[in-house]
């Protein structure tokens, strides 16, 4: 079943296409990458999956409900008639589809002024209207995988990069989303702690999460991914396996940025 | 010598009715004027705008004079006396709360934006993401320019003299001309250090409040 689907995804800045007719599904457990160059499309790619930004065309859909249709060129979301940021933002409909997806941020994006375990548990509480002992129970158990329990009652400023990543992972988790997109979460660490995010995702592929990574680890992506896209230029120009496709890309494009990681 | 001192302490309690009345109402006031001013809706920005540079680009002194005299001279309407103290606070806080509208803005436009993603993200609704998330971090970023605003206040309200109000200024310098001495505006620069000691101290304590977390 496909947990995620989008279609022809069209996105323009000021007249300048960054994403041009763009396709792609993830289906349930897989663990799918998007690699590619800065300023590829990659990022603006996860916004438009998690609602932070809008497409101008193309159709998307979560657990097989459309969200967003085509309607003569230009897309269609469900409970709005606008197109615009605070649209997306204001729109109520799309909140319930949001518990559908986590999005980990490369900056991690943690709130300052709450604890760890606060940071964890008040969307639960706040936005799902959940049970507060059953979230927080749910909470220390995330952060227990995570290697945190002892830091739940500790402020964001007070861990490192890798440790507040982690905490960010375990927000997301919190929420028990169907799939998880990661923007580079590794890019804001030095090489050890990138290795422990790393380690935290791979546990994640295991235990068969739906998780989309845009990433510029490419042994990590070739080891964990299952399927790889390779975006340049806002279109997809190679997709397949994702060990094959790194280690044995057919397109010039593809093997020509991968010879840089190499 | 020391029989002046009475008149000076019932004017330094007309000074702290003004000082927290204006307090009291300013300081909420400003969030919506700081809302307007931000509004996407350019009609709204608009008045904002207007209005901020009015009451900052105009003396407050003669602001308290229109507040005062305006219903008189411009609607022909008569007030009871109590008008004058209550054209005081309005005229007092409407001017602060127009200063705190733009360090509050200041302190909003602040935040990281990425604070505002994860929330919209983990579905947080636009006014839960004000005030859990917005709200409380841009508290402790303001606190600093609002010390400053208040501690400022407390010397305005000297102003008030304008509208014949007996506040501790004015009495000290009606007791200093009737006892032709310059003392009591000695004695009345004493209290305003003291109290704005105490208010600085106060505000300190609470920014150090916020220490947890950076």
């Known amino acids: 079943m496909n947990i995620f689907e989008i279609k022809n995804c069209k996105k323009s800045f000021d007249g300048i296409k960054v994403i041009d007719d763009i396709s792609f599904n993830v289906k349930e457990g897989e663990v799918l990458a998007i690699i590619g160059s800065s300023g590829s499309g990659k990022t603006t790619l996860l916004r438009i999956c998690t609602f932070l930004q809008y497409m101008d065309d193309g159709e998307m859909s979560y657990l097989g409900e459309k969200i967003v249709t085509s309607d003569n060129g230009a897309s269609r979301y469900i409970g709005q008639n606008e197109l615009s940021i605070d649209a997306l933002n204001n729109n109520k409909e799309l909140i319930k589809i949001k518990s559908n997806f986590g999005l980990v941020f490369q900056n991690f994006n943690l709130f300052p002024h709450w604890t760890v375990l606060r940071n964890v548990m008040d969307a639960p509480i706040s936005v799902e209207k959940r049970d507060k002992d059953e979230v927080e129970a749910s909470a220390m158990k995330y952060l227990k995988k995570m290697g945190l329990e002892t830091k739940a009652m500790r402020y964001p400023c007070e861990l490192s990069g890798g440790q507040q990543q982690r905490v960010a992972i375990a927000r997301a988790l919190c929420l028990e989303p169907k799939i998880i997109y990661f923007d580079e979460p590794t890019s804001a660490l030095d090489p050890e702690l990138t290795g422990e995010i790393l380690k935290v995702i791979k546990d994640l592929a295991n235990e068969n999460k739906t998780m989309v990574i845009v990433t510029h680890e490419m042994n990590f992506a070739r080891d964990v991914a299952d399927r790889a896209i390779f975006v340049d230029n806002g279109v997809i120009v190679e997709e397949g396996d994702a060990h094959e496709l790194i280690t044995n890309p057919k397109m010039e494009r593809t093997k020509k940025f991968l010879q840089k990681y190499n | ?214």
């Open chain 2, 1 to 214: 010598m020391i029989e002046f001192i009475p008149k000076i302490l019932s004017g330094a309690k007309a000074t702290l009715l003004i000082f927290f009345m204006t307090l009291i109402f300013s300081l909420p006031l400003g969030l919506p004027i700081c809302f307007m001013r931000m509004s996407k809706n350019r009609f709204v920005k608009g008045i904002a705008t207007v209005i901020i540079s009015i009451l900052r680009g105009t003396p407050l002194m003669l602001q308290l004079i229109v507040w005062f005299f305006g219903p008189y001279y411009i609607f022909g309407i008569r007030l009871n006396s109590d008008w004058r103290i209550l054209s005081i606070i309005i005229g007092f806080s409407i001017n602060y709360a127009a200063y705190f509208a733009e360090i509050y803005r200041a302190g909003i436009e602040s935040i990281p934006i990425g604070q505002y993603e994860a929330a919209t993200v983990l579905g947080y609704t636009k006014t839960k993401r004000f005030f859990k998330i917005i709200f409380p971090q841009m508290v402790k970023r303001v606190l600093p320019p609002v010390t400053n605003e208040v501690i400022t206040l407390i010397k305005d309200t000297s102003l008030a003299f304008v509208v014949a109000y007996a506040e501790m200024f004015t009495m000290a310098k009606q007791v200093a001309a009737a006892e032709t001495t310059i003392v009591p505006l000695f004695v009345a620069g004493l209290f305003y250090y003291i109290f704005n000691y105490l208010v600085a101290f106060i505000l300190e304590k609470i920014e150090k409040s916020f220490n947890y977390y950076s």
